[in-house]
């Protein structure tokens, strides 16, 4: 059983578009949600992370945006680029069980 | 400075051969943390450490040990491979009072 649930789980946008990548979780317990980059062969890279008492974090290109009373959270890249290419995972903490959404893989085409 | 590093990068095993997987990390990081990465399945938790000494299940602990003699290392072992145990396997590590965890590289085990 999934605790974290990731949609979509592949997703194609053109270069300058915006990618948006959402995340549903169960347990109220999770404190800390981050997102991970993932290129092929490498491992996880923390791209963005959020607390649960703030609604929305700002990076650059990549925002978080949270709803604690929907337990959702979504991760939008503005300007897409074909450097973002990879695959994202999101991923909700409690103590030293992280749990990880299934994944999505972008494709950003030029 | 070389962060988290894994040994071996890939690895064939035949069914009921053991074998371990070694995790160091050069940034004295106390916790430490094995995942496995299937297809569809994000990443899911083996077995993790708070400090050298200490181990703790996780999600998936069935068939698999560790063992952290020393603060820098991490050791996963597999008593006796299954074909289920085909996997990428990732060790991470962090410091105390910080949620981020460092990523190494990865090693792609394959069970025949």
């Known amino acids: 059983q999934q605790q974290v649930k990731q949609s979509p789980q592949s997703l194609i946008v053109q270069k300058g578009g915006i990618s948006i990548i959402n995340c549903a979780y169960e347990?109220?317990?999770?404190?800390?949600f981050p997102w991970y980059q993932q290129f092929p062969g490498k491992g996880p890279a923390l791209l963005i992370a959020?607390?649960?008492?703030?609604s929305e974090k700002k990076e650059g290109r990549f925002t978080i945006s949270f709803n604690k009373s929907a337990k959702q959270f979504s991760l939008h890249i503005m300007d897409s680029q074909p450097g973002d290419s990879a695959t994202y995972f999101c991923a909700a903490r409690n103590n030293n069980d992280m749990r990880f959404g299934a994944g999505t893989r972008l494709t950003v085409k030029p | 400075n070389a962060g988290v590093t894994q040994t071996p990068k890939f690895r064939v095993l035949k069914t009921g051969q053991s074998m371990t997987l070694l995790c160091a990390q050069d940034m004295n990081h106390e916790y430490m943390y094995w995942y496995r990465q299937d297809p569809g399945m994000g990443l899911r938790l083996i077995h993790y450490s708070v400090g050298e000494g200490t181990t703790a299940k996780g999600e998936v602990p069935d068939g698999y040990n560790v063992s952290r003699l020393k603060k820098q290392n991490f050791l996963l072992g597999l008593e006796s491979a299954a074909p289920s145990q085909t996997s990428v396997y990732f060790c991470?590590?962090?410091?105390?009072?910080?949620?981020?965890?460092?990523f190494g590289p990865g090693t792609r085990l394959t069970v025949t």
């Open positions: 347990n109220t317990a999770f404190d800390y």
């Open positions: 959020i607390r649960p008492d703030v």
């Open positions: 991470a590590s962090r410091m105390t009072g910080i949620y981020e965890q460092y």
